[in-house]
């Protein structure tokens, strides 16, 4: 990577890693119920992390598309805090190292983000690399979330015990995609978790998925990491869902009916549960109208 390349990231720190697992959640894509989003959230709750790199904003960040935020004090403009893409790091419950890659999806110059961003891993000896997102899917919410994987062609053993989507799809990319692809050129394993959530609800803050997310992350990168307090949430939600379908006998058939299609098969591999790339194009499709009204 070029010198002027390697200038659009800005190192704070130098911490003594030891193999650690990079996790990304950079918003702006496709994430149903806040997934991803709160799932990283929660995380970085939970674990104490510092800043140890931030990103050029001029280079990679419309900022029209993502403005600052102005602070007014009594009608005199104080402040602008821009949006910002850092690269934290921080330790599990057992002492892991982990990184985080957080803030906002870049707007431009795709390529040179995924080289600087490989070319940190390779800094820091990263042995994985985890990407959480969340999608639409025809399941009901009455059963629990599932979490499947994409990955590139060198790391599809870890779709093996994580599932995947059957058949062909194509659907416009996000960043996590281009972070894929720019991984396997550089040996270096990497998956992306996506929950599904059921497509009614993925509009709405959706905690069971986020608790999904955490869990998958914890069994794919051997972390140790908790998520109970999503658990807690998410039984108030479903709570909320139930008592919303209960009220619409529409959505109530529509829930009966997902349930039926996921129970008619008796102990279903993860693989068999979810949808076929037709399916779940035409959601994602369906999802992303609802987003530009």
Known sequence: MDDEIYDRIIFLADPELNEPVLVIALEGWIDAGLGATNAI?????????????????????????????????????????????????????????????????????????????????????????????????????????????????????????????????????????????????VDMDIVTLWARVPHYIASMPYPQASAALIEGLARTAGLTLDASHLRASADEARKRVDDLVTNNPEHSSMVTQLEEAVDEVEGPSVSDEVPTGDELAAELERFLRGEAN
């Open 41 to 185: 959230g929660a995380l970085l709750d939970t674990i104490p992390t510092e800043v140890l790199a931030t990103f050029d904003t001029e280079y990679f960040i419309d900022q029209r598309a993502r403005r600052p935020i102005a602070r007014i004090v009594d009608g005199i403009t104080t402040e602008l805090t821009w949006p910002e893409i850092q690269l934290r790091y921080g330790r599990d419950g057992d002492g892991a190292d982990i990184l985080f890659l957080i803030g906002p999806e870049p707007d431009f110059h795709w390529s040179d983000f995924v080289d600087i961003v490989t070319d940190a891993a390779g800094r820091f000896d990263v042995r994985l690399v985890v990407g959480l997102g969340a999608f639409p899917a025809p399941t009901p919410h009455t059963r629990p979330v599932r979490v499947i994987g994409t990955a590139p062609a060198p790391s599809a053993h870890l779709l093996a015990v994580i599932g995947s989507v059957s058949g062909e799809l194509e659907v416009p990319a996000g960043i996590n995609s281009a972070l894929e692809l720019g991984f396997a050129e």
